[in-house]
Structure formats: structure tokens, C-alpha cells
């Protein structure tokens, strides 16, 4: 049962407050692009066993949605952030190395 | 191999049992093998059994980092069914049944499969729809199954509440050759098969990553030694995706943590397997004794083994429902599994980007009921090259090309 | 014999007898008995049957490590099988019946079974049963399944008579356990001033220094006393810890009413613990011994055996014989002693015998035998008799000494399950013989750090006064991780115990051969023996996991508490390994059993699932509602009046409709407003059709797919102004469609200027439907006008509806002259009865959700979830026209071009029409010849909706076929599951009123 901190409203909450929404930071693609490129985007998962980045939503509470980096071995969560970014904001990516120096996902490290 | 039965035990009781001999051994791993394939558990197994008697290919290496039989094989909730809808799920659930039938004549090991039929719970005019459209597909798929009336609910599962205060019964699902077996002996009547054609099952020893030449698969780098081969079969379920970045390529699939329960035993109240998918539970009693129960699994990446409680809350609520004599029954024991599923939650069994390198991937949480059909088809395609008629549609390429197999269009839940 | 003393017994009240029923017979007792000390006061040492060979067996423990005694509890809506003896508190009218035995405790006949324990080894049934195959479907399985089981399944009609409950409890630190240790730890970290709860699962506070001696006299109450004075304590009796989970989640299992069921209120309360630290303060366990006959009643814990002396006054025997590896099974000596009762030997393994316990004990005239074992116990239902031997040597017998009971001490394990949970480490401490949490690897919370600590016994700290200090630093290192000031308590100086170390004894005598090692049980409820851990190991089940698989052993419901150290340690000496190489089994939660009905909480019948009710619920009901659950709403199916049938009743509800006016309640379609500068572009990507250009008092059809290019939702947009919009949703879809929406506003487009609102339940909206539905509304008056020309086909107005806040669409899905009525909810079902009295003179009909798709289906119109299912794409359906060409991009687009998707092989929608008018059952497929290559048949297309249609008096359905528009005329064979064969022919979708006159008048 995790505990979460959704960054758009503050509150610290328990996991039955939040729903998880997958993979963070996918790119869309749309009408035109490349068979393989879409295919990557709608299944293709990083899937890690480490460090993750995904996404949640606040369901229960503001209802907005956020993205959390979190070790899918430990549970251990390095922060959350907002969901409007395109890739997690630096004191995030701080948060990770020094729990898990040398970290990567997808490009991010 | 010494063959098991009623006189061998006999003949060993006189002498304390001193004589039984190892069930598989536990060899050092060779230099080079035709076929390895990663992951005891039952589908791995289950393919190294087929390789070897179906395509004659028996210089074969299992590898397990952990115990043979130790992921989910061992902490499912031991259903088997082959009811399913899309006519490619049903071809290999029902090839998988059907040898779980004479499995344990085949394997010469009692891996109890019970055929004490599963009844999938009707309780809304949707639902009691989709299961009659289910009826009608597996009459045409050789799959035995029949849509039956309260009245035949109640006669077949005593304990359950007809009239639910917010679901009513409606009718069900019935299929009667469905059931269930011991878990963990599919695991070990499997390998002692195995072993007894030659194969090595080696286990304590993780694949930490796979080598290539030309766009082919040579071998593996373990923990214990180098191993190569000329074909590497990769059948390791929650862990498919860490194994496959070793391999250089990403899967259309996620490992998400499923957990059980089971309740102390008692003594015989139910005699067949209740799905209830509207209330998101289902139930059946073990041999001994214990209410086996499941739901559906958590809801993001996990490799704990562990869920959260609240999971368990739900499901047990749905069951008190359903059933409501459990309300004075205790849980003895909760557990998780990592299941790995897919984008259109079925699996994968096929070819992958790395030549000579074949997965069995992402069953999600219809692993168990498979192995057996899994295991043939996966053999199947490690054999040829190919798949077969049981694989054919299974392969990754449906993601591509939008071709799905979609069985949430029937139930939407964790069995 | 067992019996009551004539002195002692700390927790019972002489002056206050119980009277219980065992087996029916009445028995007396005391108030702080537990049922296992008042069974055994009355001299009932054999308390069930094990669960493989049937053998009867006695009350091993004191505690809820108890194996053995577990009854049948109870009667009707009481009843609970396996209820443990030892952790049942007793009361008057307390009612039992032992368990696993046919016909009786005393004479059963699974006995036989035991006759047969040669034959039956670890894992038997896997070599045999075999043959013939249905024989073990038919025979021999349910046979098994009789002959195990353990307590009566309650009856199959049984309710739950009992109330339970959820509590939500948020601490800095949690202490589970309430012995010195636990005192102690909670203590130091309160008076940090952290918030601390701490739990004890006995009604009692002290743990085993009640019995083996407090650091100093009144310790325990000046403690429990000082705690209960500090305002950020809490603390609960009666209260297992059962489960640690990720992140500092703790289940709390409190028994409120299991002592005392005449009180008021929940039986069970579960504790929904957040601690931001953990202390498990569990103690320990004893192991028993393995020697053969080990399971005979009256072979006892040493522990529980001055349990039973101490707490509760009983005598497990006159003469007590005394088996250990350790210092600390002399106390029980030295109590049975001190209670006037005989100890004829003290036998304790180690050749170099014991430490100062033993210089008392042998002060006391107790025969002492160091180096020796037991080489056997003799006796069936009772002890007789010690059969003594070297333990070094392989048990040829020295001498026989009569007993009537035998306390027996393997040394004690730390109860590491919570520690263990959420994955805490163990490691293997040589000197002590155990498993103990290793500190430096804990299990670890969302921060990364560790969140559980252990305390005393449970930490390995077996000596009181090394117990005590390891609790005060726990205590104060938990408040510190926990973000508080804290410092150590002072303590009552100890001095060391001045004991010899416990020499591992896993089997006695060591060199036993295989048919002592058949009678040396490890796993007393599952009947697993030294031997059947052998054979395992013999066999190549070498993991831990596989032992305990083949076995079973520790998978009984006393989950290996007691067996589990001794058969892993059997195991890794036939393996020849060490034993933390061997490793243990994975602790699971909970501790002890916990009722399901705890679990399940307060969630059950009526408010298992709440039901969401419309204004006009009340009079659904009132007026003959045949329900239907959709969603979490129920919805009338029909309205049945008088001896109809529900088929007659959706036929009468339909031509009254087509005839005159019908009402529908549709206030359960989802509504959701769309509104911004940005909202018409978002729509344009949201559904598949343009809707930035509808006019704002104009309605459009929209068709929703997901990313993936499956259609799933459907719905009328209506255009309320030039910046909002409102969204109809299917009844089921309106918080998915609603959570969609901002999924796609907040992570995909979030510079888009859009806000959506969900307002379904803020509107009440009636489908009034039919040729006289104007007529009605007219009759309301108001200043909306509803004209034909006022309000066209797929207009929209607003206004005054008679007295009602109207908002009025005017749609057809049942293909006649119709408008929906929306109002504000607190209106709703005064417009329903204003609409029922006004159309009183046109024979109103309220219909349900049947009649609303079977005159769908007659005009042809798709209805998701039956023509839908999650694999069908616009294009499947024909809605060609519904799709935007104009678009660049809307959400599945992409998907839909795929080859698949663009394949002219994909099953499309067509009318279906019988030949003979029958009606085709649901869900049947249309067969093609030949079969695949998996021998299925082959099929061409198959039914989604099917209807007795009373309008057409025949049977009508949809269906997608195989290039099926491209078939029109064409009859093809839908095998029903009866046999008989429909023979449909392909036709338009549209069965009624194709051209549209009726809804355009």
C-alpha cells in the first residue's frame, strides 16, 4: 500500500486515493507517423526492474494527474512532479541519483 | 527412471523409503546445448517436455535463477478452463486442458487434475449476453461449455447467495471439464520428465545476458558460466522484460503484482470453481480444504511479489457477498505473484526481433491453465522455427498491425 | 492426569465458574481460563485429530502457536471452525465440538490411516492414484478431500450474525507486542513525544515475564500504568499486529467480542495502521524436539507447561518429565515442582548438562540426565511413559520412566514475521540456534529507509535485562527515525542470566533411525515427520520451497510456527549444508488467521456496493421496476403490471410508446460539460465527428474511440453556447468518458483552454417519446417553444417547461417524434409525476431499458457494449458518415489505419432477419464451411443484438458478417447451442420507419 504526494494539491495520500496510469513521458503519434513509431508509443513498455517513471492520477482527491519516480523493486519513491513536462524536472533527477547513482530510463539519466 | 505407483510405494515402505531416487537431477551445466530455455517454470518446462517428445530435440538446458517451479507455476490459484471466446485462445486453452487430462498418465505423476467444472458467474443482462455469445463460440471451437440457469447455479455450488442484494444471480457459464490441478506437481512431474530424457535442468543459475553474432543468438552469460546454444528459448514470465533489454529489444508488456488467499481448511462445501467477475472474485476449494481465492491484480509496475492490502479487502468482500458463509471462515495466508501482461492482454508466443531467440511471454494471469498448451506450441516454434496453427496468431507482430486477441470483450478479470 | 490446582493461576478468578460444552458435555471452568486450560482442568488432554493420519492429539502450547487444539465453535450464524483452544478466552455458555474425526474424538475411523503411515510418506499421493484416470475424479479425490479438511464447513445457507468494522489509526511509532519488551520500547519512544500506539494480542499486559519473572517486582504495572497516563498513547489489548505492508502499512487485528459475546457492538475491528515506524516486540517461540512419539498428548512445551501452572492453575500431569537442549526448560522443572507435582527426570541433551537453573532444580531433589534423550514416548491417547537413551548414539533404550506428561524446550525462536513481511532479512545467529532479523538490511518505506525495528526476544535478545536495553534503544531509535528528540530510559539494573548456551538439538537421539525418525514429528497438524523431510531431501526437493511444497510442512494453519527452524534444519543436515544456506520459507501475513468477515468490514449487503438511485427511483420502485443493475446504477427493465411476464411486459411498454407516448428515465446518461475558447477543437480530437461546427442550439450524434481505434463511447453532443458544450455518455460511461477527457486535457494538450465538469447526477433527464410526446409537453405550457418548426430534429432550447428549468433536446433513439427533458435533479421527479398526470389522457407508459433497445435495434441504431465490445471500429458499424474526412487528427485515427484496420476482410454490421421470424438466441454465430487449422469451425459473422420485435411481430437482429453490406439477400445458418439451426437473412439495419417520417413531424 503506497503512500503518494501528489504535487498539484500537496496532500499526502494513500494509494487508494491515487490510480495508476502507466508509463510516463510517451510521445504521441499520430495519423502519418511510422507503423513501428506508433506501435512503440500505444504498447512497447520500458517495464524496468529499478527506477521508473509513470504516471498517476489523484482520483479520489483533486483529480489531477502527476507523474512519480519510483523503484518498482523496492517501492521506494524519489519524488513526484507535474505531469505538464515532458521530462522530469532536475531535482527529480537529483532525488534518483542519489538514491541510485548511474540511473537511467529510456533517454533520462 | 523408476516408474511411480501404489506397488513401487509398497515395495519402498519395507524399506523405510530408503530406495526413492532423485525425482531430477542436478547437474553442472554443459558447455553447449541445441536448445536453452530460461525459466523452469511450467511453461519452460512444459517446452523442454514437448521438444524433447514431439520433436526428438532432448540436448536441452532449462535454466532457473531460483527453484524450478518458484514464480507463478507455484502461487497461482491452480484454475484450468479453456472457455475462452476468440477462437485462437480457445484452440490453446483447450489443447492445454486437454492434456492436463491424461497429464499425469503422461508424466507417470499425479498432478491431480480435477475436472470439477468452473461456473462463470452471470449477474448482469450484459454479462448473461456475453456468456451466451461464449456458449455459442465454443460449441464451435470443440470447447464443452453451456449457459446455465440459477436454479443450476445453486444445485451445483450450494453455498452461494442466489440473491444477491446488489447482483443477483442470473445463470453462468458452465463448463464441466474444467477444474484444477496440484501447481506445484505439473512444476516437478515436468522436470522429473525432463531429466529423464537427459535434459539439465540447472537451477541457481540466472541468465545476466544473451549473446549474439550477427543478429543471432549463441548463448547466455550466467552465474554460473558461459552456456551456449544455437537456440535460446526466453520463458520467464514476470521477468520478460529485464531479460529481453538483455537481448536488446522491449516488449508490449507490463509486470504488475496479483495476489491470492487462502482460508483454513475444512471440511468439503464446494465442488466446483465459481467465478464471479462482476464483483471482481473467484473460489474454489482445495483438496485440502482450504477456499482458494483470487481477484484482479494491482494496478502499477511491481517486482515485490508483494500487493496492497486493500486489493485483498475487495476481494474478500465480493466473496462475503457472493458466498456468505466465508464471513466465518479466517484467511490463513495471502501471497502475490508478478504477472506480466500484455497491450491486449493475451499472450505472446513467437519469434522475436534477435534470430534464433523465441518467446512465451505475458500470460498475465492465465498462465497456469496453459502450460501445458504453451509449452507445446512454444516447442512447436523452437522446433520449426515457425509457429504452428496453436501459435500462429500469437505472435508480437499483432501489435503492429492492430490484430488483437481480445478476451476482456467476455470477462474483464483475473482468474 | 490433567487437573485444577488447589492454589495459583494469576488469571483466573476462582470466585467466578464458567460453565462451557464440550462435545456436548458440560464442563466448568473459571473466568480467565482460556478453553485449552479449563479443557485440561478437566482432564481432557486429547483436544482433536491430526489432519493426515488422524492421530489423536493434545494441546502442545499456550499460545496462538498452538497446532493442535482447534474446535468447531458455535452454532447458526456463530459458527467458525478451527477456532484455537489456547487463544479462545472462555465464557459462560461457551459451546465447542472437536474436530477431524468420524464418528467421535475418542473413536475415529481415519485412523486407519496412521495403520497405514508407511505407506503414506511425504508426497505418496503424487506416485500413486493414478490409475484407472477417472478414478481419481472419482474416488480417490473425494476421498481425499473427506478425510482432510480440519473443522465443520459452516452450514451453506449461513449469514454472519455477527457486525464488524475498519478503523483508520495514523501513528509516528506502532509497538506490537505488550511484554516487557514492547512496554518498555513504547515507553521510551512516547515520552519523546512521538504518537504511539502499541498492541498486545492476550488480554493481558507482561508477555512471559508474568510467568518467568519480572526485572523487578511490578515492573509490568507501573509501566502499563505510566503509559496509560500519557495523552499520545494508545494502547489495545485483544489486538494482534497481523501484517506489515510497503510503506509503513499496518493491519491490526483487535477481537472485541470473541471473549465476551454478550456485549454490544462488532464482533471484530480491523486496524487500518499508517506508522511512520514499526517495533515488533513479538518475543519468541519454543521449538518443540524431535524424538519419536513427540506427539502423544500430554508432550508439552516446556513454556506452556508453567504457562498452564502459573496463569491458569492447571496440572498438566502428576509427573511431568522434562526433555531440553537449554537452560531454560529447568524453570518448568522447578515450577511443577514448586506446584507439589512430580518431575522424574530432567533429561537434558547436552553432555555438559545446564548452568545455574540446573544447580536449583537439582537442589530441589530433580533427577537430572545430562547427555541423554528420549528415545521414545510410549502411550496412544495419553503419555505413559519416557523411553530414555545417549543422545549421541542411535537410541538403544538405558531405562523406562513413567509419566504422565513431558515438557520438552528446542530452544526458542524470535517471532520475526512482521519483521518479515515487507521483506526484513534474517540472519542465522550460530550461538543462540536461531533466526533473528538482521538489523542491517530491514524492510524499507517510501523513503528508502527502514521502517520496522525489533525488540527483546523478537530481536534475539533472549536474556531479560539484554531484552530490556534492546528495547529502550529501539524504542528511542524508532521516535529519532520517526523526526523526534529522544533519549534512553533509565533501567532497572539486570544482571546477565547466568546460563550455559543451548546446544542445537534437531534430532533426538542423534543418531535415530528410520523408524524412530517416522514417529518424530516436525509439523504436528499436517503430519510431517523427520522422515518425510528426508525423503524430500532425498529426492531432489532440495529448496526450502520444495520441502515445504512436498510436505507441507509449516502449511498448516499454525503456518510452521513451531515446526518450521527444526524441519529447515533437518533438511540442510540431510543436505549437508549449513542451515542459513537452506534459508527459510517466505513469512506471509497474517501472523495468525483473521476472520474474513473482519476484512470485508462493514461492506455487506446493503452497502456492500451502494446503489446510485435517480430522483425518480422511488417511483421506479413503487410502480412494479423489474431491475436491472447497469453500472453501479440500477435501471428499470421493464415495469411488470399485474401476472405479465417481463417478455409481455417490454412488448406492451413498446406499442404503447409507438402508439402514443412513453416516458424513460434517463437520468443516468452521463452528462458532462465541455466549456472554454479551446472546447470545440478538443471535441474535434475527442470524437470522431466534427463538432467544432455545430451551432450552438443544435445536437449532433459523436462516436468516441480510444487511442487504440476501438470505438467506445457514444453519445449526443449538444452545442449549449458558442464556448460550452454538453456531452451524453452511455449510463456506464460517464466517469470513464469524464476521466478520459481530463487524462487527454491535463497529460496530452494541456495548454488547451478546456474545462470539463461531470454532471450527471445534477440533472434528471426523462425521454418522453412518441407521437403524442409534443402533445404533453404543451400541456405543461412554460415559455420554451417545442414546436415543429420552433424546435427541429436536433435542436436543443432551454426555458420554462410549465414550472420546470428545462432543458430540452429534441433526439430520437426509439425512432418516433421524441424530446429529452433534462431539469435540475431536485426537479426531477416532480417533472416525472407532471408528465405522468399530464399524460394521463394519452395513456402514458413508463418504459424500461429493454424497450429502449429493442426500439433502437428496430431503427438500427448501434448500441455499445452489444454492437461494440471493445474490438470494433467505427467503420465495423457502418458509421462511415459519423467519421470526419476532413480531419487531420482525432484520437484512434491513427489506429484505424493499420492494415488490420483497413483490411475489406473485417466482419461489418447488417439487419439480420430470420426466415421463419423466429428470433436468433443471443450472442450465436454465423458458421462458414470447413474448419481452421485448429479444427474449430469456421464462422463468417455473428449476432449482436436479437429481438422479438412486437412492432414487426417477428424476430430482428444486428449482426457483423463478412463483407456483409456487400451480401444483402444472401441467408446464412446460425447454429443455436440447442441444435437448431437459424437460417437469417442479410438486410438493412434499419427495420423501421427507414425513411425517418415519424421522428421529423
Known amino acids: 500500500m503506497l503512500i503518494l504526494e501528489c504535487p498539484c494539491c500537496g496532500v499526502t495520500g494513500e494509494e487508494t486515493e491515487f490510480h495508476g496510469g502507466g508509463e510516463a513521458h510517451l510521445k504521441r503519434f499520430g495519423p502519418g507517423s511510422a507503423d513501428t513509431d506508433f506501435e512503440n508509443y500505444l504498447f512497447m513498455r520500458e517495464n524496468p526492474k529499478g527506477v521508473h517513471l509513470e504516471r498517476w492520477r489523484h482520483v479520489n482527491g483533486c483529480g489531477k494527474w502527476f507523474h512519480v519516480a519510483r523503484c518498482t523493486v523496492t517501492l521506494e519513491i524519489f519524488g513526484s512532479y507535474s505531469a505538464q513536462t515532458l521530462e522530469p524536472p532536475q531535482e527529480i533527477k537529483d532525488a534518483i541519483s542519489a538514491k541510485r547513482p548511474g540511473w537511467s530510463w529510456r533517454d533520462f539519466s | 527412471m523408476r516408474r511411480y505407483s501404489a506397488f513401487a510405494v509398497a515395495r519402498e515402505a519395507a524399506r523405510y523409503h530408503t530406495g526413492w531416487e532423485r525425482a531430477w537431477r542436478s547437474p553442472e551445466p554443459k558447455k553447449k546445448y541445441d536448445v536453452i530455455i530460461v525459466g523452469a517454470g511450467g511453461h519452460g518446462l512444459a517446452t523442454a517436455f514437448y521438444l524433447g517428445k514431439n520433436h526428438g530435440i532432448t540436448n536441452v538446458a532449462v535454466l532457473e535463477k531460483g527453484w524450478l517451479g518458484g514464480g507463478n507455476t507455484g502461487r497461482n490459484t491452480t484454475i484450468i478452463r479453456s472457455n475462452y471466446l476468440q477462437d485462437p485462445s480457445a484452440a490453446l486453452y483447450e489443447k492445454a486442458r486437454s492434456l492436463y487430462e491424461t497429464m499425469s498418465q503422461d508424466l507417470n505423476y499425479n498432478v491431480m487434475f480435477s475436472p470439477r467444472g468452473v461456473i462463470m458467474l452471470a449477474q448482469t443482462e450484459h454479462e448473461v449476453r456475453g456468456y451466451k455469445r461464449t456458449a455459442h463460440a465454443n460449441a464451435l471451437q470443440g470447447v464443452q461449455t453451456e449457459f446455465i440457469g440459477p436454479e443450476r447455479v445453486k444445485q451445483l455450488v450450494p453455498i452461494i447467495n442466489l440473491e444477491g442484494p446488489r447482483y443477483p444471480v442470473l445463470g453462468g457459464l458452465w463448463q464441466a471439464r474444467a477444474g484444477t490441478a496440484r ?181 498475465g494471469t492465465g498462465g497456469f491453465k496453459t502450460i501445458p498448451g504453451g509449452g507445446w506450441a512454444t516447442a512447436e516454434l523452437i522446433a520449426k522455427g515457425e509457429p504452428g496453427p496453436l501459435a500462429a496468431e500469437f505472435g508480437m507482430e499483432r501489435f503492429i498491425e492492430g490484430r488483437f486477441i481480445d478476451e476482456s470483450v467476455a470477462a474483464g478479470v483475473a482468474h | 492426569m490433567s487437573t485444577r490446582l488447589a492454589n495459583g493461576g494469576r488469571r483466573i478468578d476462582r470466585t467466578r465458574p464458567v460453565e462451557f460444552r464440550f462435545n456436548g458435555k458440560r464442563l466448568k471452568g473459571f473466568e480467565g481460563d482460556t478453553l485449552a486450560s479449563a479443557l485440561l482442568a478437566n482432564d481432557q488432554m486429547m483436544m482433536g485429530r491430526s489432519f493426515k493420519y488422524h492421530r489423536p492429539r493434545g494441546v502442545v502450547a499456550s499460545g496462538s502457536e498452538e497446532p493442535n487444539a482447534l474446535f468447531n465453535m458455535g452454532e447458526g450464524g456463530k459458527f467458525e471452525p478451527n477456532q484455537r483452544a489456547t487463544t479462545t478466552e472462555l465464557f459462560d455458555g461457551l459451546s465447542v465440538t472437536s474436530q477431524n474425526h468420524w464418528p467421535s474424538l475418542e473413536f475415529d475411523v481415519g485412523v486407519l490411516n496412521n495403520y497405514a503411515a508407511r505407506f503414506l510418506p511425504a508426497g505418496f499421493y503424487y506416485k500413486t492414484f493414478m490409475f484407472p484416470r477417472p478414478a481419481w475424479k472419482h474416488v480417490f479425490e473425494p476421498f481425499i478431500r473427506q478425510s482432510a479438511g480440519l473443522g465443520r464447513a459452516p452450514d451453506k445457507e449461513t449469514l454472519d450474525a455477527d457486525t464488524y468494522e475498519h478503523f483508520y489509526f495514523f501513528a509516528d511509532v506502532v509497538v506490537v507486542g505488550g511484554g516487557v519488551a514492547g512496554l518498555q520500547a513504547a515507553k521510551t519512544a512516547a515520552l519523546s513525544g512521538a504518537k504511539v500506539l502499541i498492541m498486545e494480542q492476550d488480554p493481558h499486559w507482561g508477555g512471559r515475564a508474568m510467568v518467568d519473572g519480572e526485572p523487578e517486582e511490578g515492573f509490568v504495572q507501573r509501566l502499563v500504568g505510566e503509559l496509560e497516563g500519557m495523552d499520545n498513547v494508545t494502547m489495545r489489548r485483544r489486538m494482534m499486529g497481523a501484517g506489515v505492508y510497503d510503506h509503513g502499512y499496518l493491519l491490526g487485528y483487535e477481537r472485541l467480542r470473541d471473549h465476551a459475546p454478550m456485549l454490544a457492538g462488532p464482533r471484530h475491528r480491523l486496524w487500518r495502521i499508517r506508522a511512520g515506524q514499526i517495533i515488533t516486540a513479538t518475543g519468541a517461540i519454543e521449538r518443540p524436539l524431535s524424538f519419536a512419539g513427540n506427539d502423544i498428548p500430554g508432550v508439552m512445551l516446556a513454556g506452556a507447561v508453567r504457562d498452564y501452572i502459573a496463569e491458569y492453575g492447571v496440572s498438566p500431569g502428576d509427573r511431568v518429565a522434562v526433555v531440553t537442549n537449554n537452560d531454560d526448560a529447568y524453570r518448568t522443572a522447578i515450577a511443577v515442582k514448586k506446584a507439589g507435582l512430580e518431575v522424574p527426570v530432567i533429561v537434558d541433551a547436552r553432555a555438559g548438562g545446564g548452568g545455574e537453573l540446573a544447580r536449583e532444580a537439582r537442589g530441589m531433589g530433580i533427577r537430572v540426565e545430562n547427555g541423554k534423550a528420549i528415545a521414545k514416548v510410549t502411550g496412544g491417547k495419553r503419555v505413559k511413559s519416557v523411553k530414555l537413551c545417549a543422545q549421541a548414539g542411535e537410541g538403544a533404550v538405558l531405562e523406562e520412566v513413567a509419566c504422565d506428561a513431558v515438557a520438552m524446550s528446542g530452544g526458542w525462536s524470535p517471532v520475526v514475521h512482521l519483521w518479515s513481511h515487507c521483506g526484513g532479512k534474517l540472519v542465522w545467529d550460530e550461538a543462540e540456534a536461531m533466526f533473528r532479523p538482521d538489523e542491517s538490511r530491514p524492510p524499507l518505506n517510501q523513503n528508502g529507509a527502514g521502517f520496522v525495528r525489533c525488540a527483546g526476544a523478537a530481536n534475539g535478545a533472549l536474556d531479560l535485562g539484554a531484552g530490556l536495553a534492546d528495547a529502550d534503544a529501539a524504542g528511542k531509535g524508532a521516535a529519532e527515525a520517526a523526526g523526534f528528540k529522544a533519549r534512553g530510559d533509565t533501567l532497572p539494573d539486570l544482571a546477565q542470566d547466568d546460563a550455559l548456551p543451548i546446544e542445537p538439538v534437531w534430532m533426538m537421539p542423534q543418531g535415530a533411525g528410520p523408524k524412530l525418525r517416522m514417529k518424530a514429528w516436525l509439523d504436528y497438524q499436517n503430519d510431517v515427520k523427520v522422515s518425510d523431510v528426508q525423503l524430500a531431501a532425498r529426492e531432489g526437493y532440495e529448496s526450502v520451497e520444495h520441502t515445504k511444497r512436498y510436505t507441507t510442512l509449516g502449511m498448516a494453519t499454525d503456518q510452521g510456527k513451531l515446526s518450521n527452524i527444526n524441519g529447515l534444519a533437518i533438511l540442510s543436515d540431510t543436505l549437508g549444508q549449513a542451515i542459513p544456506q537452506t534459508g527459510t520459507t517466505t513469512f506471509r501475513p497474517p501472523y495468525t488467521p483473521i476472520s474474513m468477515a473482519s476484512i470485508a468490514g462493514e461492506a455487506r449487503g446493503e452497502i456492500f456496493q451502494p446503489v446510485r438511485r435517480t430522483p425518480m427511483h422511488a417511483w421506479h420502485e413503487a410502480n412494479g421496476a423489474h431491475w436491472e443493475p447497469v453500472g453501479h446504477w440500477r435501471r428499470p427493465y421493464c415495469y411488470l403490471k399485474g401476472e405479465e411476464t417481463p417478455h409481455e411486459a417490454v412488448s406492451r411498454e413498446i406499442r404503447a410508446t409507438r402508439a402514443s407516448l412513453g416516458l424513460l428515465d434517463a437520468s443516468t446518461l452521463g452528462k458532462l460539460i465541455v466549456k472554454g475558447p479551446d472546447a470545440g477543437k478538443f471535441l474535434d480530437m475527442l470524437y470522431t465527428n466534427m463538432m467544432s461546427t455545430l451551432k450552438p442550439g443544435r445536437c449532433r450524434y459523436g462516436l468516441m474511440c480510444s487511442e487504440n481505434g476501438f470505438l467506445s463511447d457514444d453519445g449526443v453532443v449538444v452545442r449549449l453556447d458558442e464556448d460550452s458544450f454538453l456531452c451524453h455518455t452511455t449510463t456506464g460511461g460517464a466517469e470513464r468518458i469524464h476521466g478520459h477527457m481530463e487524462e487527454w486535457l491535463q497529460t496530452e494538450w494541456w495548454d488547451w483552454q478546456v474545462h470539463v465538469v461531470n454532471a450527471t447526477e445534477q440533472w434528471a433527464q426523462v425521454g418522453v417519446v412518441g407521437p403524442n410526446s409534443r402533445k404533453v409537453l404543451e400541456k405543461l405550457g412554460g415559455d420554451v417553444d417545442i414546436s415543429k418548426d420552433g424546435l427541429s430534429f436536433m435542436g436543443y432550447t432551454s426555458g420554462k417547461l410549465g414550472e420546470f428549468d428545462a432543458r430540452i433536446f429534441r433526439i430520437a433513439f426509439a425512432g418516433e417524434l421524441s424530446y429529452e427533458v433534462a431539469v435540475p435533479a431536485s426537479q426531477g421527479r416532480a417533472l416525472w409525476d407532471a408528465l405522468w398526470d399530464a399524460g394521463e389522457e394519452f395513456g402514458v407508459t413508463p418504459y424500461g431499458t429493454e424497450a429502449m433497445h429493442v426500439m433502437r435495434a428496430e431503427k438500427g441504431f448501434i448500441m455499445i457494449g452489444d454492437e461494440t465490445d471493445g474490438t470494433v471500429i467505427p467503420q465495423d458499424l457502418g458509421l462511415h458518415w459519423a467519421i470526419s474526412k476532413k480531419k487531420e487528427d482525432y484520437i484512434g485515427k491513427r489506429a484505424q489505419e493499420r492494415t488490420f484496420m483497413q483490411s475489406s476482410d473485417r466482419w461489418q454490421l447488417v439487419g439480420l432477419e430470420t426466415v421463419d421470424g423466429s428470433v436468433i438466441p443471443d450472442g450465436a454465430y454465423a458458421v462458414a464451411e470447413g474448419e481452421n487449422a485448429n479444427g474449430q469451425r469456421n464462422v463468417q459473422g455473428r449476432v449482436t443484438s436479437t429481438y422479438y420485435s412486437p412492432t414487426l411481430d417477428r424476430g430482428i437482429a444486428m449482426g457483423l458478417v463478412h463483407k456483409g453490406p456487400e451480401r444483402m439477400g444472401e441467408v446464412i445458418d446460425f447454429p443455436g447451442t440447442d441444435g437448431t439451426i437459424y437460417k437469417a437473412k442479410i438486410v438493412d439495419a434499419v427495420f423501421y420507419d427507414p425513411e425517418g417520417e415519424k421522428q421529423n413531424v
Not at chain 2, 190 to 207: K, L, P
Open chain 2, 183 to 363: 501447481h506445484d506437481a505439473v512444476a516437478w512431474g515436468y522436470a522429473r520428465a525432463c531429466s529423464d530424457m537427459g535434459m539439465d535442468i540447472i537451477q541457481q543459475c540466472e541468465v545476466t545476458g544473451v549473446r549474439s553474432e550477427g543478429g543471432k543468438v549463441t548463448g547466455v552469460d550466467t552465474t554460473r558460466g558461459a552456456i551456449d546454444c544455437d537456440k535460446l528459448g526466453m520463458v520467464v514470465a514476470g521477468n520478460s522484460g529485464p531479460l529481453a533489454e538483455m537481448a536488446g529489444f522491449r516488449l508490449p508488456i507490463e509486470s504488475v503484482a496479483l495476489q491470492a488467499l487462502v482460508s483454513e481448511p475444512i471440511k468439503p462445501c464446494m465442488d466446483v470453481v465459481v467465478m464471479a467477475n462482476t464483483v471482481h472474485g473467484y473460489m474454489s476449494q482445495s483438496d485440502k480444504g482450504e477456499m482458494v481465492i483470487g481477484g484482479g491484480t494491482d494496478g502499477y509496475n511491481n517486482y515485490t511479489q508483494r500487493g496492497a492490502f486493500h486489493h485483498i479487502e475487495e476481494t474478500v468482500r465480493a466473496l462475503v457477498e457472493t458466498f456468505p458463509m466465508v464471513s466465518r471462515l479466517k484467511m490463513l495466508r495471502q501471497w502475490g505473484g508478478i504477472v506480466d501482461v500484455t497491450g491486449d492482454r493475451s499472450p505472446i508466443i513467437g519469434k522475436t526481433p534477435l534470430g534464433n531467440c523465441f518467446i512465451n511471454a505475458g500470460w
